[in-house]
């Protein structure tokens, strides 16, 4: 019983800490649907008020691209520059407005699809 409340213990402990290095700058919830030649990337807006937003792509075990050039302001991304069938990994950074990037938010990936279903409920 002992092991098991302090293996419980440490697993509280690590848990609390991994939450208390989350970036609160940084967006969060990604999300990445594909219809029609398009992959749509939403995000929640970070804690703390940002400016705008930066995206990321990058193919799996490649390095990531940003991919837009200025902010956006949208809490969503339509990815275009595709090729349908190829696999894609996003993550989104936050600009505050003083111009600080914050971390980059969990990654998620999509495939290029082109089958023209609704992203609905997305």
Do not use: C
């Not at 919830?29 to 594909?34: D, E, G, M, Q």
């Not at 339509?78 to 069938?85: C, K, N, P, W």
């Not at 990654?107 to 699809?113: N, R």
């Amino acid at each position: 019983m002992k092991k098991f409340l302090s293996f419980f213990s440490i697993m509280v402990i690590l848990s609390i800490y991994s939450y208390s290095l989350a970036d609160p700058n940084a967006p969060r919830a990604l999300r990445a649907v594909s219809s029609d030649g398009i992959i749509l990337v939403r995000w929640h807006p970070p804690k703390n008020s940002a400016f705008g937003y930066l995206v990321y792509r990058a193919l799996p075990e490649e390095e990531f691209e940003q991919l837009n050039m200025q902010p956006i302001e949208d809490t969503f991304y339509e990815d275009t520059d595709v090729i349908i069938g190829q696999y894609y990994i996003y993550r989104v950074s936050a600009i505050d407005s003083e111009g600080y990037e914050s971390t980059l938010s969990n990654a998620f990936g999509a495939e290029a699809s082109d089958t023209q279903e609704p992203l609905q409920g997305y």
